[in-house]
C-alpha cells in the first residue's frame, strides 16, 4: 500500500537546481512500490469547487516568469487517466463533495517539477486535482480521506505546496542570514501535531499555530498538507529544510 506524500515544492528552478530536495526525493521513490498513478493536489490550481483534470495527454504548463530560459524548455510529457479521474469523481460524489472533470487542464509546476525528480521517465499517468478557494483545512481532510482507497490500488497521492510560504520574507539573494524564528516555529509545530495525530489542531492550525499568518498569508500552500494528511495516517518526515531563509522545504509521508 502506497503512502500520502506532502511535498514542498519550493521554486520552479528545483527542477534545474533540486539541491537537498532531489536526493530526498530519489531515496523516498527507492523505498515504494512504482505507482500505477499519481495524483496531486498542487497549491497552483485553485478553482471555485473541486475539479480534476482529466486530460489524456496533459501539457507542461510554465505557470510562471522571469525564470532563466532553460527552465522553460523542460516537458512532463506524462499521460493522464480519464477513467482514474472518473473513479475520483466518484469517490467524491460518495463522501458528499461535488465536482467537475476538466478535460484541458495542463499540469502546472506544483505537480510537475516534484515529479519530474522522482519519476523523471514520466512513464506513469498524472491526475490532478484542484484546490476549492473556499472549504480550507476541513475539507482538504475530507477529500484526502475520500481518496484513501486509492492507496490499496497502487496510486500515489501527493499533496504539493510548502510548509511555509511568504514570498515577501524570502531572502532571494541568500545572504546566508538564517532561518527566521517565526518559520522555524511554525513548522516545528506542525511536526509537533502530526506525529501526535493532533487533526484538530492542524486544521485550525490558523488561530493555534505560532506565527501562522506570517508563514502563511494565504492558505493555497499548506493545504496539499491537509489533503495528504487526509489520506493517510502514520506520520513521518523523510525530508527537512529551508532555502531563501524562510521557504520551508519538508517533505513528509502519511502511511
Known amino acids: 500500500m502506497l503512502p500520502s506524500l506532502f511535498i514542498s515544492h519550493g521554486s520552479p528552478m528545483l527542477a534545474l537546481e533540486p539541491g537537498d530536495s532531489g536526493p530526498a526525493l530519489r531515496r523516498l521513490v527507492s523505498t515504494l512500490t512504482k505507482p500505477h498513478a499519481v495524483v496531486v493536489v498542487s497549491a497552483h490550481w485553485e478553482t471555485d469547487g473541486v475539479c480534476i483534470g482529466a486530460s489524456n495527454h496533459p501539457d507542461t504548463w510554465h505557470d510562471f516568469r522571469g525564470f532563466p530560459e532553460p527552465l522553460y524548455a523542460l516537458r512532463y510529457p506524462a499521460n493522464g487517466s480519464p477513467e482514474i479521474a472518473a473513479t475520483i469523481q466518484r469517490y467524491l460524489t460518495n463522501a458528499g463533495i461535488p465536482s467537475t472533470l476538466d478535460h484541458q487542464r495542463p499540469l502546472d509546476h506544483g505537480a510537475w517539477v516534484p515529479l519530474m525528480l522522482m519519476y523523471p521517465e514520466a512513464d506513469i499517468p498524472v491526475i490532478q486535482i484542484s484546490l476549492p478557494r473556499r472549504g480550507g483545512a476541513e475539507l482538504q481532510l475530507l477529500i484526502g480521506a475520500a481518496m484513501r482507497e486509492l492507496r490499496t490500488q497502487d496510486v500515489l497521492l501527493i499533496g504539493s505546496g510548502s510548509i511555509t510560504h511568504n514570498l515577501a520574507e524570502l531572502d532571494w539573494r541568500e545572504t546566508g542570514t538564517g532561518v527566521p524564528h ?37 492558505e493555497e500552500h499548506l493545504l496539499p498538507f491537509h489533503f495528504a494528511l487526509g489520506a493517510g495516517e502514520m506520520f513521518e518526515v523523510v525530508h527537512a529544510g529551508f532555502t531563501h531563509g524562510a521557504l520551508g522545504m519538508d517533505i513528509y509521508r502519511f502511511d
Open 182 to 218: 517565526w518559520a522555524q516555529a511554525f513548522r516545528d509545530w506542525i511536526v509537533e501535531k502530526s506525529y501526535a495525530n493532533d487533526r484538530n489542531a492542524l486544521t485550525h492550525y490558523r488561530s493555534l499555530a505560532p506565527h501562522a499568518l506570517q508563514s502563511h498569508p494565504s
